[in-house]
């Protein structure tokens, strides 16, 4: 299995990103997807998953009701829309699979690719 993701850059305070994932070597509809994210000299944090069975779940802290997360079953990609960035959502992100149902959490998740930065200046 192998995730990447691209997307990230440097944007300004209220700027929209859309980070996309591709994955490979998996039957994407078994799988769970999701994005995590890591700030300079924190933990890595759950940000939104989408379930092998169609169902989203979404951090109550990180970036509800302005991230959407997406899936494309035909094109293996699953992507993360991000309205009204601040520079609290500068991190690295990360996409993230697991087999089945995944609780919202990275213990949870088996494949990681690695991130993309996302830089959001004030």
């Known amino acids: 299995v192998q995730l990447q993701a691209s997307g990230g850059g440097l944007v300004q305070a209220g700027d929209s990103l859309r980070l996309s994932c591709v994955a490979s070597g998996l039957t994407f509809d078994d799988y769970s997807m999701a994005w995590f994210r890591q700030a300079p000299g924190k933990e890595r944090e759950f940000v939104a998953q989408?379930?092998?069975?169609?169902?989203?779940?979404y951090s109550a802290d990180s970036g509800k009701g302005r991230f959407i997360i997406s899936g494309d079953n035909a094109k293996k990609t699953v992507d993360l829309r991000m309205d009204s960035l601040t520079p609290e959502d500068t991190a690295d992100y990360y996409c993230?699979?697991?087999?089945?149902?995944?609780?919202?959490?990275?213990?949870?998740?088996?494949?990681w690719g690695p991130g993309t930065q996302v830089t959001v200046s004030s």
């Open positions: 993230a699979a697991a087999k089945g149902w995944a609780t919202p959490d990275a213990e949870s998740y088996t494949y």
């Open positions: 989408l379930t092998w069975n169609g169902g989203t779940m």
